[in-house]
C-alpha cells in the first residue's frame, strides 16, 4: 500500500441541509476532504460525490461552491477554513460554460485577472494555455472549440482564479472513452500541479469516479425504523469510504484490478438498496 | 432543385441565389402582366418616381426623415438599453415594466402632450419617435436579458467577478449582438410612425408628408413608388446592421443554427 499520512482539512461540509418551498432536498451532510501527503511526491486529492440524477447533487455543488446558502449547517474551505464565498471553490458545470463573446485567452484572462497584476495574468495565461494544450486555439471564440476543448479551457479557467480546490459537476457525463480518458489525464494533471489541488468530482458515473478519487461518498436516502424513506438525500455513516486505506486509490489502472471491481459492485448494491 | 424544398435542407449558394431571383422575376413579371389593373403599371411608378425626385424633392425629404429616424433611434436606444440595464435593481424593475406596456399608447393622443411640453415641432415629432420607440425597444431588450440563464451567472461568479461585474460581463457585454438585433428589428416601427407622425406634424415635411399628399389626391403611382423607397431604405438599414454585427460580433452568428 502507497504510504500517505493526512494534514489540514481543505473542505469541510458540516451538516448542511437545503430545503426548497418546505421540500427538503438534502439533509444534514457532513463530509471533509483533508490535504494527504504522500512522502516524495507532489501530487493534490481527488475525491468523489456519487448520487443518483435527481438526488441534489447539483444543489449540493451550488452550495459548495458558495452559489447558495445552505438552510442549515455550514461549509468551510482552504487551509484556513474560512466559510465558502463565490469564486473561492472553481467550479466547473456540466456544459463548461465559458464567455461566448470572448475569445479563448480573453477567457482565461479575465479568471486570472482577479488574482494577478496584468503582466503576471498574460504570464500565467499562456502558461495554462500550454499546458492544457489549447495555445493554438487562443484567438477562438468558445463556439469553435471542440467538447474537449471547451471542457480544458473551463478547468483552466477555473484554476487561474480559484484557490486549489476545484469542483467538477459530472464531468463524465455524455462522454465516450476517450474523451472519458482525456477528463481523466486533465484531472490528474491538475493534482499534479500543486500538492494542496483538490479536485471534487460530483457524478453519478460510479466506476469513474472511484477510479480516480482517495475519498468517496455515497448521496441517499435513509430509512427509519419503520423502513419508511426520510426526505432529503444525505451521506449515512457506512456510506463514506476511504480508498487509500482500502488500498484502492493511486493505481495506474485500477479498473483492471478485481478487488476494485468487486468494490464497485459493493457500491451498486447499496445504492440499489437506497433507492 | 428537390432540396428547396426539404425541411432544413441547405442549397448551395448558387442554388438559392438563382431562386431568389426567379422569385423576383415572378413578381416583377405579375405586375408587368397582371391583367387586374388595380395596381399602378411599373413605368407609372417610375414615372411618379421621377417626378417626386425632380419636381418633390423626394430624396431631400427621406434624408430629412432618416436623419429625424437615426436621431430618434439614436436617443431610444440609449434609454432603453439604461431602463433595461436598470431592472438588475429591483427598485426599477415596475418602471421597465410600465415602459413596456406603454407601447399600447397611441401616438395621436400623445403629441397632444408632447406639443405642450416642448417647443418646436421638430421636437415634437423627435420626442413622439423617441417615446414610441424606447417602449418598444424596452420590451425586446428586457426579454434579451430575461435569456440570462442560472449557468450564465453562476459561471461568473465562480470567477470571482462581483455582481456587478457579473452582470456586466455576461448581461452587458455577453448579450450586446443581441441588443443590436432587438436595434434592428424596431428600426422598422419608426418608418411606420415617422409617416404618422410626419402627418401629425406637418410644418418640417419629410417623406410621410409626402406619402400623405399623394395618399390625399389618389396618386396610386407615387404611393408605391415612396413605399418602394422606404422598402428599400429599410433593407439597406437591415443591411448595415447585419454589416455591423458582423464585424463588432463575430462571435454571434457562430452558434447559429443554418
Not at chain 1, 40 to 48: A, I, K, L, R
Not at chain 2, 177 to 187: G, H, I, P, S
Not at chain 2, 204 to 217: A, P, S, T
Request: hydrophobic share 45%.
Amino acid at each position: 500500500m502507497t504510504p500517505y499520512f493526512y494534514k489540514a482539512p481543505v473542505l469541510t461540509l458540516d451538516n448542511v441541509s437545503m430545503e426548497y418551498g418546505g421540500e427538503t432536498v438534502l439533509r444534514d451532510i457532513s463530509a471533509q476532504v483533508l490535504d494527504v501527503c504522500r512522502p516524495n511526491m507532489n501530487q493534490g486529492q481527488v475525491v468523489g460525490f456519487y448520487g443518483r440524477s435527481g438526488l441534489g447533487k447539483s444543489v449540493l455543488c451550488r452550495i459548495m461552491a458558495g452559489l447558495i446558502t445552505p438552510t442549515s449547517g455550514t461549509v468551510k474551505v482552504g487551509i484556513e477554513q474560512e466559510e465558502v464565498t463565490p469564486g473561492a471553490v472553481g467550479f466547473v458545470q456540466q456544459q463548461y460554460p465559458l464567455f461566448n463573446h470572448r475569445t479563448l485567452q480573453d477567457n482565461l484572462l479575465v479568471a486570472a485577472a482577479r488574482k494577478y497584476e496584468p503582466e503576471e495574468a498574460k504570464r500565467q495565461t499562456d502558461a495554462y494555455l500550454e499546458r492544457f494544450q489549447l495555445s493554438q486555439h487562443r484567438k477562438k471564440y468558445p463556439a469553435h472549440l471542440s467538447g474537449g476543448q471547451r471542457q480544458r479551457a473551463a478547468i483552466a479557467q477555473q484554476l487561474l482564479c480559484s484557490d486549489h480546490l476545484i469542483l467538477l459537476d459530472e464531468p463524465f457525463s455524455g462522454l465516450d472513452i476517450a474523451m472519458i480518458d482525456e477528463v481523466k489525464k486533465i484531472i490528474l494533471e491538475v493534482t499534479t500541479m500543486d500538492e494542496l489541488n483538490t479536485v471534487v468530482i460530483v457524478s453519478h458515473d460510479i466506476q469513474t469516479t472511484t477510479a480516480l478519487a482517495d475519498r468517496l461518498w455515497l448521496l441517499g436516502y435513509e430509512r427509519d425504523a419503520s423502513g419508511r424513506l426520510l426526505p432529503g438525500a444525505t451521506i449515512s455513516a457506512q456510506h463514506q469510504y476511504n480508498l487509500a486505506e482500502m488500498g484502492l486509490a493511486w493505481h495506474e489502472n485500477v479498473e483492471a484490478e478485481p478487488e476494485f471491481n468487486r468494490f464497485v459492485e459493493l457500491l451498486k448494491d447499496e445504492i440499489r438498496q437506497s433507492a | 432543385m428537390k432540396e428547396l424544398f426539404s425541411p432544413n435542407a441547405q442549397p448551395r449558394r448558387r442554388t438559392f441565389a438563382l431562386m431568389a431571383a426567379g422569385q423576383a422575376a415572378l413578381l416583377l413579371g405579375l405586375w408587368l402582366w397582371m391583367p387586374l389593373r388595380m395596381f399602378p403599371s411599373l413605368s407609372e411608378v417610375l414615372r411618379a418616381f421621377v417626378d417626386m425626385v425632380t419636381t418633390q424633392g423626394l430624396i431631400q425629404e427621406l434624408w430629412a426623415s432618416m436623419t429625424t429616424a437615426l436621431q430618434a433611434l439614436a436617443v431610444a436606444t440609449v434609454l432603453a438599453l439604461l431602463i433595461s440595464y436598470l431592472t438588475a435593481l429591483p427598485f426599477f424593475r415596475p418602471l421597465a415594466y410600465a415602459a413596456s406596456k406603454m407601447r399600447y399608447l397611441t401616438l395621436t393622443g400623445l403629441t397632444f402632450f408632447m406639443a405642450l411640453m416642448v417647443s418646436s415641432g421638430h421636437e415634437v415629432k423627435l420626442s413622439v419617435l423617441i417615446f414610441a420607440t424606447t417602449v418598444y425597444l424596452v420590451t425586446g431588450m428586457t426579454s434579451v436579458i430575461l435569456t440570462t440563464t442560472q449557468q450564465e451567472m453562476d459561471h461568473a461568479r465562480t470567477l470571482g467577478l462581483g455582481e456587478w461585474r457579473s452582470f456586466w460581463e455576461v448581461v452587458v457585454l455577453g448579450k450586446l449582438d443581441d441588443m443590436l438585433e432587438v436595434v434592428r428589428q424596431n428600426f422598422a416601427i419608426i418608418w411606420t410612425m415617422i409617416t404618422l407622425v410626419e402627418t401629425l406634424y406637418q410644418s418640417e415635411g419629410g417623406i410621410g408628408l409626402l406619402l400623405y399628399k399623394q395618399n390625399r389626391y389618389l396618386h396610386l403611382d407615387g404611393v408605391v413608388a415612396i413605399q418602394l423607397v422606404i422598402l428599400a431604405a429599410g433593407a439597406a438599414q437591415d443591411y448595415v446592421f447585419g454589416l455591423l454585427r458582423r464585424v463588432f460580433f463575430p462571435y454571434s452568428s457562430l452558434t447559429t443554427a443554418r
